[in-house]
Protein backbone atom coordinates (compact mmCIF):
# COMPACT_ATOMS: atom_id res chain seq x y z
CA UNK A 1 0.00 0.00 0.00
CA UNK A 2 1.26 3.83 -1.00
CA UNK A 3 -0.54 6.33 1.15
CA UNK A 4 -0.16 9.84 -1.34
CA UNK A 5 -0.77 13.45 0.22
CA UNK A 6 -0.16 16.33 -2.17
CA UNK A 7 0.23 19.91 -0.99
CA UNK A 8 0.87 23.24 -2.81
CA UNK A 9 -2.02 24.19 -4.60
CA UNK A 10 -3.29 28.10 -4.04
CA UNK A 11 -4.57 30.77 -5.36
CA UNK A 12 -2.16 32.23 -8.15
CA UNK A 13 -2.35 35.26 -10.93
CA UNK A 14 -2.36 34.30 -14.78
CA UNK A 15 1.71 34.17 -15.66
CA UNK A 16 2.54 32.78 -11.87
CA UNK A 17 4.28 29.70 -10.59
CA UNK A 18 3.50 27.44 -8.07
CA UNK A 19 5.41 24.02 -6.65
CA UNK A 20 3.13 21.12 -6.14
CA UNK A 21 4.40 17.89 -3.53
CA UNK A 22 3.29 14.75 -3.50
CA UNK A 23 4.33 12.83 -0.17
CA UNK A 24 4.36 9.21 -0.26
CA UNK A 25 4.43 6.68 3.07
CA UNK A 26 6.42 3.25 2.93
CA UNK A 27 9.75 2.12 2.08
CA UNK A 28 8.93 1.27 -1.75
CA UNK A 29 8.38 4.62 -2.95
CA UNK A 30 11.21 4.11 -5.55
CA UNK A 31 9.31 0.62 -7.18
CA UNK A 32 6.15 2.91 -8.26
CA UNK A 33 6.18 5.54 -10.96
CA UNK A 34 4.42 8.50 -10.71
CA UNK A 35 1.99 10.53 -12.39
CA UNK A 36 0.14 13.98 -11.70
CA UNK A 37 -3.45 14.18 -13.23
CA UNK A 38 -5.64 17.32 -13.27
CA UNK A 39 -9.68 17.33 -12.98
CA UNK A 40 -11.31 20.81 -13.73
CA UNK A 41 -15.13 20.77 -12.89
CA UNK A 42 -17.14 19.37 -15.43
CA UNK A 43 -14.31 17.61 -17.23
CA UNK A 44 -12.53 14.33 -17.08
CA UNK A 45 -9.51 14.00 -15.22
CA UNK A 46 -6.54 14.28 -17.57
CA UNK A 47 -2.78 13.54 -17.81
CA UNK A 48 -0.52 15.88 -17.21
CA UNK A 49 2.69 14.74 -16.20
CA UNK A 50 4.53 11.17 -15.05
CA UNK A 51 8.23 10.38 -14.40
CA UNK A 52 10.05 6.93 -14.10
CA UNK A 53 10.71 5.50 -10.95
CA UNK A 54 14.46 7.05 -10.98
CA UNK A 55 13.26 10.03 -12.48
CA UNK A 56 15.46 9.50 -15.49
CA UNK A 57 12.69 9.90 -17.41
CA UNK A 58 10.10 12.37 -17.51
CA UNK A 59 6.68 12.50 -20.06
CA UNK A 60 4.06 15.63 -20.55
CA UNK A 61 1.12 16.44 -21.69
CA UNK A 62 1.06 18.28 -24.74
CA UNK A 63 -0.77 21.37 -23.17
CA UNK A 64 2.01 21.66 -20.17
CA UNK A 65 5.33 20.68 -22.12
CA UNK A 66 7.24 23.53 -21.45
CA UNK A 67 6.06 25.13 -18.51
CA UNK A 68 5.80 22.09 -16.18
CA UNK A 69 8.29 19.86 -14.61
CA UNK A 70 8.47 17.17 -12.63
CA UNK A 71 10.96 15.41 -10.34
CA UNK A 72 11.12 13.50 -7.65
CA UNK A 73 13.13 12.94 -4.50
CA UNK A 74 13.07 9.22 -3.59
CA UNK A 75 15.19 10.04 -0.25
CA UNK A 76 12.60 12.20 0.76
CA UNK A 77 9.79 9.85 -1.11
CA UNK A 78 8.51 12.82 -2.69
CA UNK A 79 7.69 13.67 -6.02
CA UNK A 80 7.20 17.52 -7.57
CA UNK A 81 5.25 19.56 -10.25
CA UNK A 82 7.14 22.62 -10.76
CA UNK A 83 4.77 24.85 -12.59
CA UNK A 84 5.28 28.22 -14.11
CA UNK A 85 3.70 30.43 -16.63
CA UNK A 86 0.40 29.61 -15.23
CA UNK A 87 -2.61 30.35 -17.26
CA UNK A 88 -6.38 30.23 -16.46
CA UNK A 89 -6.99 27.53 -17.82
CA UNK A 90 -4.41 25.77 -15.62
CA UNK A 91 -7.15 25.67 -12.91
CA UNK A 92 -8.21 22.41 -11.35
CA UNK A 93 -7.95 19.85 -8.74
CA UNK A 94 -4.04 18.34 -8.95
CA UNK A 95 -3.75 14.33 -8.25
CA UNK A 96 -0.66 12.30 -8.37
CA UNK A 97 -0.60 8.88 -8.40
CA UNK A 98 1.53 5.60 -8.32
CA UNK A 99 1.66 3.18 -10.44
CA UNK A 100 4.19 -0.11 -10.49
CA UNK A 101 4.51 0.35 -14.26
CA UNK A 102 5.69 3.32 -16.44
CA UNK A 103 1.78 3.94 -16.87
CA UNK A 104 2.23 7.62 -18.85
CA UNK A 105 -0.82 8.74 -19.65
CA UNK A 106 -3.10 5.12 -19.04
CA UNK A 107 -4.91 6.34 -15.78
CA UNK A 108 -5.86 2.65 -15.22
CA UNK A 109 -2.68 1.68 -14.78
CA UNK A 110 -2.30 3.99 -11.79
CA UNK A 111 -2.79 2.11 -8.12
CA UNK A 112 -2.50 4.78 -5.55
CA UNK A 113 -3.98 7.83 -6.11
CA UNK A 114 -3.59 11.07 -3.71
CA UNK A 115 -6.80 13.44 -2.27
CA UNK A 116 -5.79 15.93 -4.87
CA UNK A 117 -4.64 19.90 -4.13
CA UNK A 118 -6.34 22.90 -6.01
CA UNK A 119 -4.78 24.85 -8.30
CA UNK A 120 -6.90 28.35 -9.22
CA UNK A 121 -5.32 30.48 -11.68
CA UNK A 122 -7.07 34.02 -11.90
CA UNK A 123 -6.69 36.03 -15.15
Known amino acids: QVQLVESGGGLVQAGGSLRLSCAASGRTFSRYAMGWFRQAPGKEREFVAA????????YYADSVKGRFTCSRDNAKNTVYLQMISLKPEDTAVYYC????????????????WGQGTQVTVSS
Open 51 to 58: ISWSGGST
Open 97 to 112: AAALRYALVAINEYDF
